[in-house]
């Protein structure tokens, strides 16, 4: 089975301060993790992810994460918060042998002027 | 690389009718995905195909939903007899298929619809 927590429904950050959006999961077998970002109104876009290798993922934008086997943990991070990544953030867990990705309910990132 | 494609973007229908839903994936992608998102939740796994191929399907679609990939291009999703429960945002996504395992996958805008 396969589930995604993220533990803080609303992280809020003042522009150019860093910023950390949470995720522990669950899967069996060897994780596959993404993020992705949601504007309103709009589809899910693609930010990172990890399949193996280096524990921290550069992706767009200038987000990062940082696989954390032991504690199943897979964090969201930016050094310096725009205004305009507000949005809502999910983390979406996978494993060998699926297909399908298992969100959460997501994280709203606020960051203010 | 023009991305998912989506229509109709928006769907208004009452409880009863039947609605069609189209996903264009990105052209050379082998495989898509359905997703049901309604209001404050994130998305649920529907159905994926491996081109025409449909390989899994979720227990949350019932009998009234169907979907085809009937060429391996692009695909329909159908709902009959619609219920006000299926008002939520219907997205496609689309990937590769070039790799083994799971890969990333690229989202359409969705199709949101309201059944009254």
């Known amino acids: 089975a396969q589930s995604v927590a993220q533990p803080e429904d609303q992280v809020n950050v003042a522009e150019g301060n860093p910023l950390t959006v949470k995720c522990t999961y669950s899967?069996?077998?060897?994780?596959?993790l993404f993020w992705y970002v949601q504007y309103p109104n709009r589809g899910l876009q693609f930010l990172l992810k990890?399949?193996?290798?280096?524990?921290l993922v550069k992706g767009s934008y200038g987000f990062e994460a940082e696989f954390n086997k032991s504690q199943t943990s897979f964090h969201l991070k930016k050094p310096s918060a725009l205004v305009s990544d507000s949005a809502l953030y999910f983390c979406?867990?996978?494993?060998?042998?699926?297909?399908?990705?298992?969100f959460g309910t997501g994280t709203r990132l606020l960051v203010s002027p | 690389d023009t991305g998912v494609s989506q229509n109709p973007r928006h769907k208004i229908t009452k409880r009863g009718q039947n609605v069609t839903f189209r996903c264009d994936p990105i052209?050379?992608?082998?495989?898509l995905y359905w997703y049901r998102q309604t209001l404050g939740q994130g998305p649920e796994f529907l159905t994926y195909?491996?081109?025409?191929?449909?390989?899994?399907k979720s227990r949350l679609l019932s009998d009234r939903f169907s979907a085809e990939r009937p060429k391996g291009s692009f695909s329909t999703l159908e709902i009959q007899r619609t219920e006000q429960g299926d008002s939520a945002m219907y997205l496609c996504?689309?990937?590769?298929?070039?790799?083994?395992?799971?890969?990333?996958?690229?989202f359409g805008p969705g199709t949101r619809l309201l059944v009254l």
């Open positions: 990890y399949i193996t290798g280096d524990n």
């Open positions: 979406a867990p996978t494993s060998t042998g699926f297909q399908k990705l298992v």
């Open positions: 052209s050379e992608h082998n495989r």
């Open positions: 996504a689309s990937s590769s298929g070039l790799a083994g395992g799971p890969e990333t996958q690229y």
């Open positions: 195909f491996q081109n025409e191929a449909q390989l899994e």
């Open positions: 899967v069996s077998g060897n994780p596959y």
